[in-house]
């Protein structure tokens, strides 16, 4: 790890800091139980001093805003044995007892809440292999290799199970497999990684899985705003996306917070452009207009949006400066990381 400047220092101390406080919790709250074993709380109650672990919504984390990947990242950086173990407990745990294996769920995980199966949110953004694929190629563990390789198939499931059918306003209902709702952020990056995983690996399904993830990625970028579109109708036959003609602003700040900034810079680095034409200009876009001003998102796009996870996606601006080489996009970068609706710059987080 690279300690040195300040501002580096300070990363590496807040990281550190971070870790810690979690290993500890894990022992002072006693969170590891039979079905609990692996996984950590969400979000703590500073008025009873204690985490939420009795509110739905805020109580066992379920990969929320992948803490996975974070323990994964925080290893290979650091070799720390202590962070390989919390990092193996947590993976263990979220392909096993948040991911539905068998019937009509299967391929899907459930959101965080009290019990870990008890939310009736089911999305690929728990069961994305993303959080289990470092682990698989350290250890070529084959229980998890099989958890990836069933996600290959988990479009299928949107069929029978819409992930936002409680909060649906425009009459659509699953059912035909030509024209299936998916969105471009949580939905197609759990998607995208059981498909780029299984092509990496050279698994049985992987000509499917490359056509599916080439057809997705080109249709998305061709939509008329491209990621900022927020969803389209899927073939399941196909893997493409239709084409919508309108072009719609309909941005989250989760989109982005479940693998698809990491499957994106993949993407971008290992295939051609000819394999998928307009992807790269199509999600740069998207980073240099999430922590946009109101009026730039309004001039590129025809309408602001309201974000938050500000501090989070100034990687989005990092990634887009190192990539065009833009000295606006790396001062906002440091600017949104340092001062905005997170952590402050200060010597503890």
């Known amino acids: 790890m690279d300690r040195s400047t300040t501002a580096r220092r300070t990363i590496e101390d807040h990281l550190g800091l971070l870790f810690t406080y979690y290993r500890d919790q894990r022992e002072q709250r006693r969170w590891y139980g039979f079905l609990d074993y692996g996984d950590v709380q969400h979000t703590y109650d500073p008025d009873r001093h204690t985490w939420c672990y009795d509110v739905g919504g805020y109580a066992w984390d379920n990969s929320e ?18 962070i390989y173990r919390f990092a193996e407990a947590m993976t263990r745990h979220t392909g096993e007892v948040d991911v539905y294996h068998l019937g009509k769920r299967a391929g899907l995980g459930t959101r965080h ?20 694929r470092l682990f698989y190629y350290l250890t070529a563990d084959e229980r998890t290799g099989d958890l990836m390789h069933a996600q290959v198939d988990a479009d299928e499931t949107f069929l029978t199970l819409d992930p936002n059918r409680k909060v649906r306003t425009d009459g659509y209902a699953p059912g035909d497999r030509h024209a299936l709702s998916i969105g471009f952020g949580t939905d197609w990056s759990g998607l995208g990684w059981a498909w780029w995983t299984e092509w990496e690996r ?33 073939d399941l036959d196909t893997g493409a996306f239709a084409i919508q003609t309108a072009p719609i602003v309909a941005v989250s700040h ?57 501090q989070g996606h100034s990687r989005l601006d990092a990634y887009a400066a190192s990539l065009t080489g833009e000295a606006a996009l790396t001062t906002r970068a440091w600017s949104k990381f340092t001062s905005s609706d997170g952590y402050p710059d200060a010597s503890t987080p």
């Open 65 to 82: 805003l992948s803490t996975d990947l974070w323990l994964w990242l925080a290893y290979l950086r650091s070799g720390r044995a202590d």
């Open 113 to 132: 809440g009290v019990q870990h199966f008890g939310d009736s949110a089911k999305q690929v953004r728990i069961s994305t292999p993303v959080y289990r």
């Open 202 to 234: 050279r698994g049985p399904k992987w000509p499917s899985a490359r056509k599916k993830l080439l057809a997705s990625a080109s249709t998305i970028a061709a939509q008329p705003n491209g990621f900022v579109q927020g969803s389209g109708l899927y």
């Open 254 to 310: 989760l989109s982005a917070s479940f693998g698809l900034p990491e499957l994106a810079a993949e993407l971008i680095d290992t295939l051609d452009e000819s394999d998928i034409p307009g992807f790269r200009a199509a999600w740069l876009d998207y980073c240099r207009y999430f922590n946009a001003t109101s009026a730039e998102q309004k001039a590129r796009y025809g309408a602001s949006f309201k974000v938050s996870l500000i």
